[in-house]
């Protein structure tokens, strides 16, 4: 398991039952990631970290509702509630998560003019989190991925991990999705295509 890495996407209050983004049964995949941090050996999390008045919230923009989209510099944009505000307890990990082992932990989401779901990539493709180079530095070259949301995090950072050159599986069980105009199907069929591992 040396070479292996599991990466925990977003396990947070703002997207569990209650929170601002709330995913359905979000707060059920949290002993599911528990029982898989006991098993790995390399540990990474990712954590949305929005400033206040990001550019991807609804109430950024006048006369516009959440899960509507806009035209951003860098394509498409949905929009969300406004969620995962840096400092905010909506942002914290979820109380019972048993995150403390992991050895590094990427916040995303923090520049204001772009998203980003991937946990290698801000949503331009380009902007890279340095998730890459610290995964190759330590010599893994395969990771498992978990957490929320199915079709959108998740999804996104299997998909640039297949990119970038590494074996990825997705732990289903571990997820729950938003499923937004059927980006659940439309994700899982991206991530098959991909070569990502579906277990």
């Not at 709330?22 to 970290?49: K, S, Y």
């Not at 510099?73 to 914290?92: E, M, R």
Request: net charge negative; with cysteine.
């Amino acid at each position: 398991m040396a070479n292996e890495a599991l990466i925990v996407i977003d396990v947070q209050n703002d997207f569990c039952p209650d929170g601002a983004l709330a995913v359905a049964g979000g707060d059920q995949v949290v002993p599911v990631i528990n029982a898989l941090i006991g098993r790995f050996e390399h540990v990474v999390l990712t954590q949305d970290w929005h400033p206040a008045g990001h550019s991807s919230f609804a109430s950024s923009h006048p006369g516009k509702a959440p899960f509507e989209t806009v035209e951003m510099a860098y394509g498409t944009q949905t929009l969300w509630p406004d969620h995962c505000v840096q400092g905010t307890a909506g942002a914290a990990f979820h109380p019972e998560l048993e995150w403390t082992s992991a050895e590094m932990i990427i916040r995303k989401g923090f520049r204001k003019a772009i998203d980003s779901y991937s946990a290698f990539f801000e949503n331009d493709h380009e902007t890279p989190t340095g998730l890459s180079g610290y995964l190759r530095e330590r010599g893994i070259s395969r990771v498992t991925l978990a957490g929320l949301a199915t079709d959108f995090c998740v999804a996104y950072s299997a998909l640039d991990a297949r990119r970038q050159g590494f074996d990825a599986t997705v732990i289903l069980e571990g997820c729950r999705a938003i499923d937004l105009g059927g980006s659940l199907a439309t994700m899982t069929a991206k991530m098959k295509e991909a070569g990502v591992t579906l277990s």
